[in-house]
């Protein structure tokens, strides 16, 4: 193995969708903005619609224009930031659905695209995308008589069940959208968790189908295999790495491997993550580089050709943990110097 290995289970995405689909109310979307995570939009946006998925949800209007290559036309992309300046001929020529902010996107949008499709997107306390109720309230029967393809608002706080702020955005939601006939969208993947009162017509789960947390009961998606350059000795009382970042206490073994923060494995884990051969641990020591972590692999009976850093041991959130971040930031950072195996 000449470079680091990403190995993505297309066969898992569609099984966390059908999972997540499973147990929704409604339809089921799903979100492959930032390149499906990081994972790979058309990859990922072709298995999702050969499983039935018929609304995805991306970032950007240029996201959309990338998805539709992939995915052929007749299926629903919605796009977050809505219809912003700039954004007509992608929204025209990709047919993609922009769910509106504000009434300045609702004016564009209308005068620009007469006629084209287009969702809604309404702030129910989180404070960064959609219209507040007072907006709303002014724009609502105008809206409402062009047929929006769908009224959603996000959760901020959807991964802590029992957080106030769940149900009252629940209330404020419920409160700017009871009785319009307009199909209804509220939860991601936290929300879709909270359970049926939260699903409305359609649940836009986006990282518990790339195998992250908060749905614990996710198959894993993503394996990284970082293949060994180099194993040494390393006598007691030498260090290891930038800074010298690590001492042996004892004798050890010493592997280097190819991959480090410029590929989005975070610096700060060093120290704390652990790389696998099979089944035996070898921590992580010393400082991640750019390009190169080291571990020691005392405790194999065999120098290693290839470590493991996420997979069947090692989750992306154990590994976001170890960075102290989370698992959405440790998917959509691999990076672009990885082999990609796709697996169906
Ligand atoms: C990212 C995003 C989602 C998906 O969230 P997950 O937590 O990844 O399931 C859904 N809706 C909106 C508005 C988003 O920004």
Redesign the pocket.
């Known amino acids: 193995m000449t470079s680091a290995t990403l190995t993505i289970d297309l066969g898992a995405v569609v099984r966390n969708w059908r999972a997540l689909d499973a147990m929704s109310e409604g339809e089921t979307g799903a979100?492959v903005?930032a390149d499906a995570y990081g994972l790979g939009a058309a990859p990922v946006g072709q298995a999702l619609r050969d499983a039935g998925v018929r609304n995805f949800?991306v970032a950007t209007a240029g996201e959309g224009m990338i998805l539709r290559d992939a995915i052929g036309h007749g299926l629903r992309i919605y796009v977050?930031s809505g219809h912003m300046e700039g954004d007509t001929d992608d929204i025209r020529a990709a047919s993609l659905t922009p769910l509106l902010n504000s009434v300045d996107q609702m004016l564009r949008h209308v005068e620009a695209l007469p006629g084209a499709p287009f969702g809604i997107q309404l702030d129910t306390g989180m404070n960064r995308l959609g219209m507040e109720p007072a907006e709303w309230s002014a724009v609502r029967d105008i809206a409402i008589a062009q047929r929006p393809a769908l009224i959603m608002s996000?959760l901020a706080c959807a991964d802590e069940p029992d957080h106030a702020m769940n149900t009252q955005q629940l209330e404020a939601f419920r409160a700017m959208t009871d009785g319009i006939d307009i199909p209804r969208s509220l939860a991601?993947?936290?929300g879709t968790l909270l359970g049926t009162k939260y699903h409305f017509d359609m649940t836009?789960?986006?990282?518990?189908l790339y195998g992250g947390l908060p749905f614990v009961d996710a198959e894993p998606v993503v394996t990284l295999d970082l293949p060994v350059i180099q194993v040494r000795e390393v006598p007691q009382g030498e260090t290891v790495g930038y800074a010298n970042g690590w001492t042996a206490q004892k004798d050890s073994r010493i592997a280097t491997v190819s991959g480090g923060y410029a590929d989005g494995l975070i610096r700060a884990m060093g120290g704390k993550a652990a790389l696998y051969a099979g089944d035996t641990r070898c921590p992580v020591v010393g400082r991640v580089s750019m390009d190169l972590i080291t571990a020691d692999v005392s405790a194999l009976a065999q120098d290693p050709t290839s470590l493991q850093l996420m997979g069947r041991h090692q989750s992306v959130d154990t590994v976001a943990d170890a960075a102290g971040t989370i698992g959405?930031e440790i998917l959509t950072q691999l990076g672009q110097r990885y082999g990609r195996t796709l697996l169906a």
């Open positions: 979100v903005k949800f977050f996000h991601a993947t936290g836009r789960p986006g990282v518990g959405y």
